[in-house]
């Protein structure tokens, strides 16, 4: 069963102090692996697509990466306007659905 | 539209009534997906339609719910005899043709009393 699971569920941070969140996948032939960030009341917004181990993205203080197995999400000197929930999401070969994992709540202080 | 809608953006209603969900694509987006949200869960499937024809319907829990989508745009998601389990957030999201970004709307809050 394709499945994906988020560590940790919830992550504080003081500002400028750098991370990661982890999302391990199990799927049936990876079609492609996204990110995602939700705030509060609002729908997920896009951030990266990877589609096979050892291939990165970046943009601002997010750096995703891809291996195998899992993702990493490394954020680096985060700010308070990072304070979000971040998803990962799966996408199996020959299927058009995506499998979320619970996300982690991410909360950067001033 | 600028993108996508859903509405209405809050909805209460008492169990055993039926309700109905509206989710407006953003236009030209022939990919249409509805989730649904729990407190403390990820985001559940429920269907997907390519255009008007819905080829995953799989996610739905129950024959209590069912969703059209009519002129490749507008989808309704409803459900019927509502339940308490019922309440969570509905997601709408939709993509065009050869793309694998989902762009998402702000939801419908679904209480059930």
């Known amino acids: 069963e394709d499945q994906v699971t988020q560590s940790p569920e919830a992550l504080r941070l003081q500002e400028g102090e750098s991370s990661s969140l982890n999302c391990s996948y199990t799927?049936?032939?990876?079609?492609?692996l996204f990110w995602y960030r939700q705030d509060p009341g609002k729908g997920p917004e896009f951030l990266f697509t990877l589609y096979s181990a050892g291939e990165e993205k970046e943009k601002e203080r997010l750096k995703a990466t891809l291996t195998k197995k899992e993702s990493f999400l490394h954020i680096t000197a985060p700010k308070p306007e990072d304070s979000a929930t971040y998803l990962c999401a799966v996408q199996a070969s020959g299927t058009y659905k995506y499998i979320f994992g619970t996300g982690t709540r991410l909360k950067v202080l001033a | 539209g600028a993108g996508v809608s859903q509405s209405p953006s809050n909805k209460v209603t008492e169990k055993g009534k039926d309700v109905e969900l509206r989710c407006d694509p953003i236009s030209g987006h022939t990919a249409l997906y509805w989730y649904r949200q729990s407190l403390g869960q990820g985001l559940e499937f429920l269907i997907y339609f390519q255009g008007n024809s819905a080829p995953d319907k799989s996610g739905l829990p129950s024959d209590r719910f069912s969703a059209e989508r009519t002129g490749g745009s507008v989808s309704t998601l409803t459900i019927q005899r509502t339940q308490q389990e019922d309440s969570a957030v509905y997601l709408c999201?939709?993509?065009?043709?050869?793309?694998?970004?989902?762009?998402f709307g702000s939801g419908t809050q679904l209480s059930v009393l």
């Open positions: 999201a939709s993509t065009k043709t050869g793309s694998e970004k989902l762009f």
């Open positions: 799927v049936s032939g990876l079609r492609g």
